[in-house]
C-alpha cells in the first residue's frame, strides 16, 4: 500500500474532523482561515464583491467545515457566488454533503479527487483557494502548494493552515513510539493501543506536559488517529512557512491572529520591543512564535508577492467601514471601560491591548454598515469639539487592539 492509500484509507475509515450533518441545526463552525470578512479583508483590501461571481476551492475539504462556513455567509449575501469542495475521501465528503443539504445549501459543488490533479481536473480557476490541514500530510507539500497555485485566478489569494512546530512539542515523541511498537493491526486496534500508552505516560513526558495538545483527550477517535496515528505529517515554524510559500512565488498577506505574530503583543521591556519590531516582517512574526512557544498551527493568508502590499485593507479613509468579524458591538462595548484594557486569551496565553477613551463609544457605533464618517458624525453630535484627527486617532489604537485579535476587519463599498 502506498503513502497515498494509507492517508486515504485513514479518512475513509476516520473522517476528520468528526462532525454530525444534525448539529447544523443549531451552529454553523466558524474559524481562521476562509470566513468571509477575513476574506475581503486580507486578500482583496476589503473592495471585493464576493456575492458576485466568486468562486472558491476547497482543496482536501474534509468533513467540510470551511467550505460549509464560507458558503453559508455567501448565500446569506445573496449572489451568484460558488464554492468547490475538493476531497479524496467519499467518506468524508458524504459528511461534508449532508451538512450542505441539512442547511439547504446549493452554492456547494463537490468533487471527488486530490488537489494534486487540479491541473488536470479542469475545474476553472479560483478567485480564492482554501488549503487548510492538507499540505502537511503530502509527500511534497512544494507540489501541492504549486498545485493550488496553478488554479488560482489572477488577482487572487489563498488561505492556509499547516502544523506549529513548537506548539506541537511531544507529538512527534509519541507517534514515533507507536510506530516502534505497531503491528499490521486494524485501526480500532491501534487506537486502543494507543490509548493504552498515552495512560501510561510519566508526568515528565512532553506530550504530557503539553497543555495546548487536546485532540487525544477529547474521546473522539478520529481526533486521536489524526494526532497520533497518521501516516504521514510534519510540522512547521515560520520560517518554514515563508519558504514554503516563496517555492510557489507567494508571500503572507497576514498570519491569524496578527497579534500573536507581533513580538510587541508579548514584550514590555522598550529596548527589546523597539529592537524586535524593527526586524522585517518575517522575522518579526519567527521572532513572536519562539516568543510564545505555544502555536501548535499556522494560518496564513496569502498572495502572489507581487501583490501583498496592496492586498491588506486599512482603514486610512473616512470611507472605511469597520465590521466585528463575530461580536455584538454593544455587548462588546459595554464591558469595556474608556482607557482600559482589550484581552484574549490564545492557547492559554493572555494579550492585552490598551483601550483609547474613546474606545468604547467608537465600538458601541460599529455595526458593519456606517463608514467612519458616519460614526464620527454621530459622536460629534454630542461633542461639538470633537475632531477628525482626536476621533481618527481614538479609532486607530482601538483598530489595533480588535485586529490584533482578529476581532475587527474593514471593508469598503
Not at 185 to 213: C, M, T, V
Not at 231 to 253: F, I, Q
Request: glycine share 10%.
Amino acid at each position: 500500500m502506498t503513502g497515498n492509500d494509507r492517508v486515504r484509507g485513514q479518512y475513509e475509515a476516520y473522517p476528520y474532523p468528526h462532525r454530525k450533518p444534525a448539529d447544523e441545526a443549531w451552529r454553523l463552525v466558524v474559524g481562521s482561515p476562509s470566513h468571509v470578512l477575513e476574506i475581503n479583508h486580507y486578500l482583496f483590501a476589503g473592495r471585493r464583491d464576493l456575492a458576485s461571481g466568486f468562486r472558491a476551492l476547497f482543496a482536501g475539504g474534509g468533513t467540510g467545515d470551511g467550505a460549509i462556513m464560507l458558503a453559508q455567509q455567501l448565500a446569506w449575501a445573496g449572489g451568484d457566488a460558488e464554492v468547490v469542495h475538493l476531497d479524496l475521501s467519499d467518506a468524508s465528503q458524504a459528511i461534508a454533503k449532508a451538512r450542505a443539504e441539512a442547511r439547504g445549501l446549493r452554492n456547494i459543488r463537490f468533487v471527488r479527487g486530490s488537489l494534486l490533479d487540479l491541473p488536470t481536473l479542469g475545474l476553472g480557476s479560483f478567485d480564492y483557494i482554501d488549503c487548510c490541514g492538507v499540505l502537511h500530510h503530502l509527500e511534497s507539500p512544494e507540489a501541492g502548494l504549486e498545485a493550488l497555485v496553478s488554479a488560482l485566478a489572477d488577482g487572487g489569494g489563498l488561505g492556509l493552515m499547516v502544523y506549529g512546530q513548537l506548539g506541537r512539542s511531544g507529538v512527534y515523541d509519541v507517534q514515533t513510539m507507536l510506530r516502534m511498537i505497531d503491528g499490521e493491526d486494524d485501526g480500532p486496534a491501534r487506537i486502543a493501543r494507543a490509548k493504552r500508552l498515552l495512560a501510561d505516560l510519566p508526568e515528565s513526558n512532553r506530550l504530557k506536559r503539553n497543555p495546548f495538545i487536546r485532540d487525544h483527550l477529547q474521546g473522539d477517535d478520529a481526533g486521536l488517529y489524526d494526532l497520533l496515528l497518521h501516516s504521514r505529517d510534519r510540522a512547521y515554524t515560520v520560517p518554514e512557512v515563508v519558504a514554503l510559500l516563496e517555492s510557489a512565488g507567494l508571500a503572507p498577506t497576514a498570519w491569524i491572529e496578527p497579534g500573536r505574530y507581533d513580538p510587541s503583543s508579548y514584550l514590555r521591556n522598550p529596548d527589546l520591543k523597539k529592537r524586535a519590531v524593527a526586524l522585517p516582517s518575517a522575522d518579526r512574526a519567527a521572532f513572536a512564535e519562539l516568543l510564545a512557544g505555544n502555536m501548535k498551527q499556522h494560518v496564513v493568508y496569502a498572495a502572489p508577492a507581487g501583490r501583498v502590499a496592496a492586498a491588506v485593507a486599512v482603514p486610512d479613509s473616512p470611507e472605511a467601514i469597520p465590521v466585528l468579524r463575530e461580536q455584538d458591538a454593544t455587548a462588546l462595548a459595554r464591558g469595556l471601560k474608556p482607557g482600559g484594557t482589550l484581552t484574549a486569551t490564545f492557547d492559554g496565553l493572555q494579550l492585552s491591548y490598551p483601550l483609547p477613551r474613546l474606545g468604547p463609544a467608537i465600538l458601541s457605533r460599529v455595526d458593519g454598515e456606517r463608514d467612519l464618517a458616519a460614526i464620527h458624525k454621530d459622536l460629534a453630535a454630542g461633542n461639538a469639539k470633537l475632531g477628525w484627527e482626536t476621533f481618527k486617532k481614538d479609532f486607530d489604537a482601538l483598530y489595533a487592539g480588535m485586529n490584533a485579535i482578529n476581532a475587527m476587519v474593514i471593508r469598503y463599498r
